[in-house]
């Protein structure tokens, strides 16, 4: 399937910019997209089983990031001004 | 291509051209536009996956959890002296938001919202108990929650023109 593909793009991109970037947001954002490209092959596997369990998988994935996402920049927020 | 994979090739050519540029970029802000890109462009390919509710959640997300934090990231913050000149401002938000906060409440306690639609219905999601919903409890809850946010300005806009 081309989402699998798409997914897969996604995920290298995130993974690139999680090594190569120097600051924390820039690495967030990497990690924000792999589990974007996670959540993404969790739908599309559920799409081709003809399961739901896929999607629950997704929205807990996505919550699992938002509180990543949330969490990681609260911190580097915090260190960056006590620096 | 037929018309459904034209939504479906563009938001994947989205999402891919976005995730790189969101990891590459060195212009936070160039970065932070590309990435909320790349999540709208996930949302159109989960909707377009027979996944509404997960494009829902993403879109959410995206406009309420990816937006300010690229915005908190991007301005800069305001000295101490200014902040404390806008302490009404905030304030005010704080009043807007727990009145939209229990319109919610009141909404979710007197509404027959459908939480317990079931992800596993072999008739797919309820749409129609949805839109009903909508109809019903949402719009009259939003015409509040906006009518709220005008009492609160035309607050704010007394206070700032009242003499000190």
Known sequence: MAVLYIGAVVFAAGALGTLVRASTAGRLVGVELMFAAATLTFVAAAVGFRELDGQVMALLAIAVATAHTAVGYALSARADRSA | ?164
Request: proline content about 5%; glycine content about 8%.
């Open chain 2, 1 to 164: 291509m037929t018309g459904d994979q034209v939504p479906f090739a563009i938001a994947g050519a989205v999402a891919m051209i976005g995730a790189v540029v969101a990891a590459t970029h060195r212009d936070p802000r160039a970065a932070g536009a590309a990435l909320l890109a790349t999540l709208l462009a996930l949302a159109v390919l989960y909707a377009s996956l027979a996944a509404p509710l997960v494009a829902g959640v993403v879109v959410v997300l995206a406009l309420f959890a990816t937006v300010p934090v690229a915005v908190h990231a991007n301005v800069r913050a305001v000295p101490a002296e200014a902040r404390a000149r806008e302490a009404p401002v905030a304030g005010a938000a704080i009043v807007v938001c727990a009145a939209l906060l229990l319109l919610i409440g009141f909404a979710v306690a007197f509404g027959e919202v459908p939480v317990n639609v079931s992800l596993r219905s072999a008739d797919g999601y309820d749409l129609a108990a949805l839109a009903g919903t909508l109809a019903a409890h949402a719009l009259p809850a939003a015409a509040a929650g906006g009518l709220a946010i005008v009492a609160a300005l035309f607050g704010l806009h007394a206070i700032r023109r009242a003499p000190r």
